[in-house]
């Protein structure tokens, strides 16, 4: 006999099954074993720049790229405090290197989403970090799904909140033209944690939150409709020393 959907719906929202279980486009991870870790292709995984590695936990699946050739071949887990893990980015800590984060960038994985499909979504981190004044990039938030750009500013479309040296600044590209850089005003402090949110509504607009609230300054930018984007976590050193990048929860899915 078929399933009734009341029966489906109580189910969904009962909170003894967790809701990346029935959500397919809904993603949370809270980093508390280390990845199984590999080359896209199989075989042992790289730190070669441009080369995509993927990263198996529990319940997700990341790709990887390390950006400049490391020693380090991939994020690992790292204690913050008794009890609460979380994945450090950082890789070798040497000026001008470092990684892209992205649960995948094909038009079909599940955490693509087509602007103007009549559903808004989001992507949320809680990121800590202990020198952010060593950072030249520690961007979360879409970009287009397409291939892995050495640096940030190839993308051809894009909405992130991004730490640099310490100022949390959002960034936009609309279909390959310049990246347009607004401060927030708003610094990210030494040795502090915060809640970075990218929201996308059902005609594309972007708003942003940092800590549930809207940015002291914000920009007005909308994604092309029709494309998809993926979300995605970019980060560079300024310096060969340490940040201290510590991501401690990656959600994303439908909704705001």
């Not at 960038?105 to 693509?112: D, E, G, H």
């Not at 609230?213 to 007005?220: E, K, R, S, W």
């Not at 050193?237 to 940040?243: E, P, W």
């Amino acid at each position: 006999m078929p399933v009734s959907q009341a029966k489906i719906n109580q189910w969904q929202y009962s909170q003894a099954i967790n809701r990346r279980v029935w959500d397919n486009q809904y993603n949370f991870e809270n980093f508390v074993q280390n990845p199984v870790v590999s080359a896209l292709g199989g075989g042992a995984s790289s730190g070669t720049g441009g080369v995509v590695n993927v990263m198996l936990f529990p319940y997700t699946t990341f790709e990887y790229v390390p950006k400049g050739t490391q020693t380090i071949t991939a994020p690992v887990i790292a204690s913050v405090a008794e009890g609460v893990s979380a994945l450090n980015s950082e890789m070798d800590q040497t000026d001008n290197d470092g990684v892209e984060i992205c649960a995948g960038i094909l038009s079909s994985n599940p955490n693509a989403f087509k602007i103007a499909s009549a559903a808004p979504f989001f992507f949320r981190a809680r990121v800590s970090m202990t020198t952010p004044t060593n950072t030249d990039d520690c961007a979360f938030g879409f970009r287009l799904a397409e291939a892995y750009q050495a640096n940030i500013d190839d993308y051809n479309d894009m909405a992130v909140l991004n730490v640099i040296n310490n100022v949390i600044t959002i960034e936009t590209i609309l279909n390959g033209a310049a990246t347009v850089s607004t401060s927030t005003t708003q610094n990210f402090g030494t040795s502090s944690t915060h809640d970075l949110k990218v929201m996308v509504d059902a005609t594309g607009a972007v708003t942003y939150s940092i800590d549930g609230q809207p940015p002291t300054v914000t920009a007005a930018y909308s994604f092309r409709s029709g494309i998809y984007v993926v979300p995605f976590h970019f980060f560079l050193h300024s310096a060969s020393a340490a940040v201290g990048i510590r991501i401690l929860e990656w959600e994303c899915g439908l909704g705001s």
